[in-house]
């Protein structure tokens, strides 16, 4: 009660001109040690998601800059298995729920996500820049009980696909299910496929038949369709839990296709948007308005054959607002969707980078026939060249001499209407100054950790709000509050002897550790 | 002496109806121990290079399966810093040679690159795969005491880079070089930018003009261009050497254009072709006829100003030629230039896959108006599918579900006219099969060599036809005849605490403990 107490008289000076953004949050030169950021829960419901759209909307939860969300993010293919993967799980049962007379999600389009949200961030306004931390991400356990810890995803060979229509085998148009099963509890860190079925004409509880996979959320009549046990069956897929769509509401338009992805982020489907990633959206409509879902539990880039492994994810995530009047040289006219992890800077261009604004009215139709790696190639290199200008002080000559010696660039996807190309810029490049390293103990004590260290095995402890992580130097193994993670980077000891990580390490575990249970 | 004479017993054995391909040729059941490949060594100078054309031509050198050459492969933009990459360097100086009356290498074009070879190989005919495998890459010291110790490479964004004429700042048309510098010896592992300048109009020593960078090998007058050595000051950019250009000579013409890559390889320009790969290329004329050059010491994926960071070095590769009638899956109707490393298999996919049949007549020139990623990540993933579904054995419906929840799609370039997009198959996907473990003495002690294990120190050595292999346990740092190296992969213990490699490992360093020095 204390915390929260003082949390909110900080939040409510940090909302006025006092706002602080980032991980000054916390830093902040006043009573730091009783400074917590609020946690609050999203569950998987029907009241706390919209299906397909992205836009403008009533928050379902209003969060103040610093606060973490524990969000529920379940899958638009839950229907492609419905034992294994809406069954017996009443948030999953209560949105996919449909029959003659009833429709719990009635309104499905024009997307096919299941966004939870959208979350109000207090004071955002257009110009700020929303960052978006993923602290944690976690299978979520089907609620069948007849599969106990396991959770599945479905994989689907879709017409929207990049080689639909052009497969060696007829039919060349097939669609094609695949269903992967993982261990809920991380027991293994891959998945295997358990079977597949090709798609046949599926009648809704209105009685519409959809010959092809046209709607989310039917589901499939399993006696209906042929199963193939015998599939993939000495292959591993490892297990990279990530959203396929996490995005702020644009100005644009005030309903918004959940499946092209743009400025404001939207269905990037880049598996580095990951547990360890920080996102960093543009924000465009007051409040913000912050929605999360389609968690995929693999994909390649390119996204290839349509679909991830889409499963359910439950995640934590920090919010924090950059004012627009104090936005560093990387934040400011920032106009897309950047991700910064422990090693990279990651750059998302696309074939057009504002469809909305650039095609017109029909916007949202158009993008589909205009769908180019060449444009969204384009689109990365003259962004990139951009950042390293703006956000590394680099001139032109310097930026573009750099990204050709050094940056990769990637194919993000090409099955989401506005194609992806992204470029991973090297932190490492520039050492110290986007590296840079700070003594463990002091940089966690700073806010209020408690640092304990055990010689002997070579075992740092680092507790704070109830919260434990402890790791060994040199390892990226670790336990937090006892269940095993991995570190986004290993604590090294440096010349002194003396144990040192990253700034962006500190802020990330500290907002990890301020989490409350 | 005897070595060399069991060698020839052997290869007049191999090169008929006996003939093994692979790594058979050392490991056949015939007296093992005494089987060495010849090493050759193949030094630059203008008897040894073709300049821009890697066709059909007389060999500069032919080898038999399982050789090893140590080859010398040049800069063609040494010309952008003569007195630190040509200067004192009499096979570099010889291949440049260009005054009024007299030109060594008269005959430059179509392409640009400086080509080692081409290289024959006994018995290789169309329909065979040539293997090349990248034992080592050094960066070749500059000749001129001046600069001792030190090699430099040039960058350059060009008129044929991705965002020439769309550049912030006025001229947007400009060229710039960039030099770099680094340390021939390896002792940082880093290139530093040293200076750069505005490409100004040359005139050659026939007086012709270029007042755009359009003809290889022109000597810049430095009195003409203004350098700027406050450029990139604290910036470090790592050194990955790699081959941009190596192929085998393609049937379709006799005069073949070094720039554009295509089925038979050439300039893939991938940075993964570096020490420690293995290229397979499809043989379409008799003798393979296998060209080197064009090294990079750093590119990133797109090698987006048009040039890598471009530098000489010195290599050892091991050919090996698998006839037709004898390959395995993977390597069965191979139509495309492909990647293996200890951990992948890179498929590389272009705009035409064979522009040379595709296009017609003028696909040399009509190339460069018809580049698309588009097109080229559609070839990829063709490609990608096939090999999948030949070499890994899975159903079309498995390969392609496969792709789009593991596989990485990116853009290897976008400057070669028939741009690149390449697609990375992680092997541990698939366990065994395709990165099977095995005892690391048994292994090696087969083909002969020596095992020696300190059990304090956790070292094992390899020693094997007077060079010395040794390395710790668990570490990818290791000596090379007393050379600090980087292990492809660090040695294991299993489970009953045996020191165990991958059966790539042993394939890759029972070939570069082969050489003879």
Do not use: C
Request: hydrophobic fraction near 35%; aromatic fraction near 8%; charged fraction near 25%.
């Amino acid at each position: 009660m204390g915390n929260r107490l003082k949390w909110k008289v900080f939040a409510a000076l940090s909302i006025g001109s006092l706002l602080i953004p980032g991980v000054n949050v916390v830093n902040a030169d006043i009573d730091q040690v009783s400074i917590k950021p609020k946690t609050h829960v999203l569950k998987a419901n029907s009241e706390n998601v919209r299906w397909g759209n992205i836009g403008k909307g009533e928050a379902v939860l209003t969060v103040n800059s610093g606060d973490i969300v524990t969000v529920d993010a379940i899958t638009h293919h839950s229907g492609d298995d419905y034992e294994r993967m809406i069954k017996g799980d009443a948030g999953v049962e209560d949105i996919f729920h449909w029959t003659e007379s009833e429709k719990t999600e009635a309104d499905r389009g024009p997307g096919v996500h299941i966004m939870t949200g959208p979350i109000a961030v207090e004071g955002a306004e257009p110009g700020d820049v929303l960052e978006v931390k993923i602290l944690d991400m976690k299978l979520r356990p089907n609620g069948n009980g007849e599969y106990a810890g396991k959770t599945y995803g479905s994989n689907v060979a879709a017409n929207w696909g990049f080689l639909y229509g052009e497969m060696e085998e007829e039919p060349v148009t097939r669609e094609v299910v695949t269903i992967y099963e993982m261990d809920s509890e991380g027991g293994t860190d891959y998945a295997k496929a358990l079977y597949s079925y090709r798609w046949t004409p599926q009648t809704d509880p209105d009685g519409n038949v959809h010959p092809t996979i046209d709607y989310p959320g039917v589901v499939v009549d399993h006696t209906t369709v042929e199963e193939n046990h015998n599939v993939l069956k000495d292959v591993r897929v490892p297990v990279r839990l990530h959203f396929g769509t996490m995005s702020v509401a644009p100005k644009e338009a005030d309903i918004v296709d959940s499946v092209p992805p743009s400025y404001y982020g939207g269905n990037i489907d880049d598996w580095r948007v990951t547990e360890g990633a920080t996102m960093y959206y543009p924000v465009s409509v007051p409040g913000a308005l912050l929605s999360i879902g389609d968690p995929h539990a693999g994909q390649g880039d390119s996204e290839l054959n349509g679909t991830a492994i889409e499963t359910s994810v439950t995640g934590d995530v920090q919010i924090i607002l950059h004012k627009k009047d104090k936005l560093d040289n990387k934040l400011k006219s920032l106009n897309f969707p950047l991700l910064e992890n422990e090693n990279e800077w990651v750059v998302h261009g696309f074939s057009y980078a504002n469809h909305l604004e650039e095609l017109g009215e029909d916007a949202q139709k158009e993008i589909f026939d205009k769908s180019s790696l060449d444009k969204a190639m384009k689109d990365a290199a003259h962004k990139t060249k951009a950042f390293l200008i703006r956000g590394m002080e680099l001139t032109e000559d310097e930026a573009y001499s750099l990204m050709s010696v050094t940056t990769d660039f990637g194919v993000t996807q090409v099955v989401d209407g506005n194609w992806g190309v992204h470029a991973i810029i090297d932190k490492k490049l520039f050492g110290d100054a986007e590296r840079s390293m700070t003594p463990l103990r002091s940089s966690f004590e700073q806010f209020g950790a408690k640092i304990e260290w055990e010689p002997n095995t070579k075992m740092v402890s680092i507790l704070y709000n109830g919260n434990t992580l402890s790791a060994k130097i040199g390892e990226t193994k670790a336990a937090f509050n006892g269940e095993t993670v991995r570190l986004i980077a290993p604590i090294q000891l440096n010349a002194q002897k003396s144990a040192e990580v990253s700034e962006y390490f500190v802020d990330f575990y500290q907002a990890k550790l301020s989490k409350t249970n």
